[in-house]
């Protein structure tokens, strides 16, 4: 029996969101409709990730309540797909009797495939990796999903080839490689042809875009043929990494002003000792220097990271450290974990394990600092005004409009003409910093009948 309604299950980051994208225009080609609740559904993928513990051993909790459910359910179709799916691979039909496929990381576009064989009678684990040629053609035949929002996610490059002490990610998303340039050129400009402002350019270290394919176009260079695609106003990119961030990218964000002053760049740990544990190839001298370069071109620039504690090894005096980073710096927003065991990687095996309570107390102390630099921060821009776009209704109060500044903090502004300016860049001035996000009012002269010019580059 043929399916006729999906529901996408999403755990994990940007690449997933994106993966999940693709999907949905590979089942709409086929004639299925995005069913609106789990319980109407009769094909459900969970797409999965794997970098910390939590939210895999959430998704295979989900996976095995799914598994429940088609027990009274036998037309039910159920697959797994994301990175849990290509760590585990045919295992996982051996846990899960009720799993009727499995779907690697570079087998996305494959999808139509492999259903046909499921629906035939069969159960399938495909996570074969693909070169990278084979892979752009994947792009290209899955990059069908209608747009209906004003920014979306771009992906530039697969895969990973810095195998951090503590990092799944190259074992479950492959060696790197990196899409053509015109290819990304013409997907852009599908996008800004069917109305999408703002592309988020995806990698797990954008910074090494085509360092080893011979394009003869490094990231900054792309970046800067990006920013002549009419119909685009914002570009913004993640992630980076500090070994190979360079002095160019700055000068390219500081001068093309479709670039936006926002830059996601994972600190990790403030420790030298616990830095070169990780192999992360970097010092926090060289960091540091990093920040002063990107606030002296960029005095606004938003400036995000990631954060661990409790990496093997970590003692009191090496946490301390980190905490004293994150005063110094004032991140604008910092995301933090406890330190998880992942399968195959090096940290795993190290001596000198935190124990889990440790852990839970640096995390606390760590959070406790950040949320107050974080607020703190948001108060700073009351009073300023910002240049707004708009994405639509706020998901939390559809009396409010919502849209990011251009370093990336999330505003949410009254008022109910959502569709009038969905798209549109305003001008608002900012009358409250929230912990989290900001309050705006568009201002009086806001008019996109009479004053359109005030509003948009």
């Known amino acids: 029996m043929k399916p006729t309604r999906y529901f996408i299950i999403n755990f994990g980051c940007q690449m997933n969101v994106r993966d999940a994208e693709r999907m949905k225009g590979i089942l709409r080609e086929r004639g299925l409709s995005c069913a609106e609740r789990i319980e109407d559904a009769d094909l459900i993928l969970v797409n999965t990730c794997t970098v910390r513990e939590k939210p895999e051993r959430k998704a295979l909790s989900q996976l095995g309540r799914l598994c429940e459910m088609k027990k009274n359910r036998r037309e039910l179709l159920i697959g797994i797909c994301g990175c849990v799916s290509q760590q585990y691979q045919d295992s996982l039909l051996a846990r899960f009797p009720e799993l009727d496929f499995v779907l690697g990381t570079s087998q996305v576009a494959h999808l139509g495939e492999v259903l046909d064989m499921v629906i035939s009678g069969k159960r399938v684990c495909r996570t074969e990796w693909v070169t990278a040629e084979e892979s752009e053609i994947l792009f290209r035949t899955s990059l069908k999903e209608p747009v209906n929002s004003v920014s979306k996610f771009v992906t530039i490059m697969e895969g990973c080839d810095n195998y951090c002490a503590y990092c799944v990610v190259p074992y479950v998303r492959g060696r790197e490689f990196s899409r053509k340039p015109e290819d990304i050129i013409a997907e852009i400009t599908s996008l800004a042809e069917q109305g999408v402002k703002e592309v988020v350019l995806l990698g797990q270290n954008v910074n090494s875009y085509g360092l080893k394919n011979g394009f003869g176009l490094d990231f900054p260079g792309l970046l800067k043929q990006l920013a002549k695609i009419d119909g685009i106003e914002r570009i913004r990119f993640t992630t980076n990494h500090p070994k190979d961030l360079s002095e160019r990218l700055i000068e390219v964000m500081a001068q093309e002003d479709k670039i936006c002053e926002q830059i996601h760049l994972p600190l990790q740990a403030g420790s030298d000792k616990i830095l070169q544990l990780m192999g992360r190839f970097y010092t926090k001298s060289h960091y540091l220097d990093l920040i002063r370069k990107l606030r002296n071109a960029m005095p606004e620039i ?128 900012i009358e ?25 580059r």
């Open 432 to 456: 409250e910093g929230l912990k989290h996000s900001l309050l705006g009012e568009l201002l009086e002269e806001t008019n996109w009948q009479g004053e359109k010019q005030c509003l948009l």
């Open 302 to 429: 938003g400036i995000s990271t990631d954060l661990i504690v409790g990496f093997p090894g970590e003692t009191e005096d090496d946490f301390i450290q980190t905490l004293e980073m994150v005063q110094e710096i004032q991140f604008d927003e910092a995301f933090t974990f406890r330190y998880c065991h992942r399968p195959m990687t090096r940290s795993a095996s190290l001596p000198d394990q935190v124990p889990e309570s440790l852990k839970l107390e640096r995390l606390y102390r760590l959070n406790a600092i950040v949320s107050h630099i974080t607020e703190r921060k948001n108060q700073e821009q009351v009073g300023k005004i910002k240049e707004i776009l708009i994405e639509g209704e706020s998901k939390t109060d559809p009396e409010k409009l919502t849209g990011r500044t251009r370093e990336g903090r999330l505003v949410h502004i009254p008022g109910k003409n959502a569709r009038d300016l969905k798209g549109k860049l305003v001008l608002v001035k």
